[in-house]
């Protein structure tokens, strides 16, 4: 069985510019996560995707962050306009059920510099 | 949110116990702990988890204090592949939402 893949696992962009991160789940997996790691902080929750639909958006920074998840399948954050403080791994995950102690697996992140 | 608090970094001897602790003292009654760790340039693996009673897999051992304040992940026998970050993590109750410590650099010597 296939992993959660992320793409591209880095990307270099200059500040201004629009960045798109995409996340594939393990198939059959309707939930998906996205967090985050920026330069010497913890990581951090971002989102919650129950198939298509936002569960929890409360851990995105501010406006210039969207995902998507359109149909339920893949998911893509795109970040736009790219700040330098957005500068750090992006992880995604999923986990297949609708149950509260369900585990998360993780993709192995991409990895965004901001000149 | 609940917030976790962890040695910056440990060593073991290969073949000895890895005893990482972990503090949650803010930890509410439905919040679940878990433990990822991460192989440098991978995500965060699943290790285990628990909510009140100590757990035991096949790759380690959870003790949660009875409190709950605090808890403790045991490898019973680290070799050289164990040496990762290991994350103490606490998950919202009543989300899927995990919070993240800024784990534990463990370093298993040979």
């Known amino acids: 069985e296939a992993g959660v893949t992320q793409f591209p696992s880095h990307s270099v962009i200059e500040k201004g510019q629009t960045v798109t991160l995409r996340c594939d789940p393990i198939s059959g997996h309707d939930n998906l996560y996205w967090y985050r790691r920026v330069m010497g902080k913890e990581i951090k929750f971002l989102l919650h995707f129950v198939k298509e639909s936002k569960q929890d958006e409360s851990g995105m920074p501010n406006n210039r962050f969207l995902a998507e998840r359109t149909g339920g399948t893949y998911s893509t954050l795109k970040v736009q306009p790219a700040e330098l403080e957005d500068s750090g791994v992006y992880f995604c995950?999923?986990?297949?059920?609708?149950?509260?102690?369900?585990?998360?697996?993780f993709g192995p992140g991409t990895r965004l510099t901001v000149l | 949110d609940a917030k976790t608090t962890q040695p910056p970094s440990m060593d073991c001897a290969e073949g000895r116990a890895a005893n990482l602790p972990c503090n949650h003292s803010?930890?509410?009654?439905?919040?679940?702990v878990y433990w990822y760790r991460q192989i440098h340039s991978q995500g965060p693996q699943y290790i285990i988890h628990g909510l009140k009673n100590n757990e035991t897999n096949e790759m380690a051992s959870l003790i949660i204090t009875e409190d709950r304040k605090s808890s403790t992940l045991i490898l019973p026998h680290a070799t050289l592949r164990d040496t990762a970050v290991y994350y103490c993590i606490v998950r919202v109750g009543g989300t899927y939402k995990y919070i993240f410590g800024t784990g534990t650099r463990l370093k298993v010597l040979a």
């Open positions: 803010t930890i509410s009654g439905n919040e679940y």
């Open positions: 995950a999923s986990s297949p059920k609708r149950l509260s102690t369900d585990t998360q697996y």
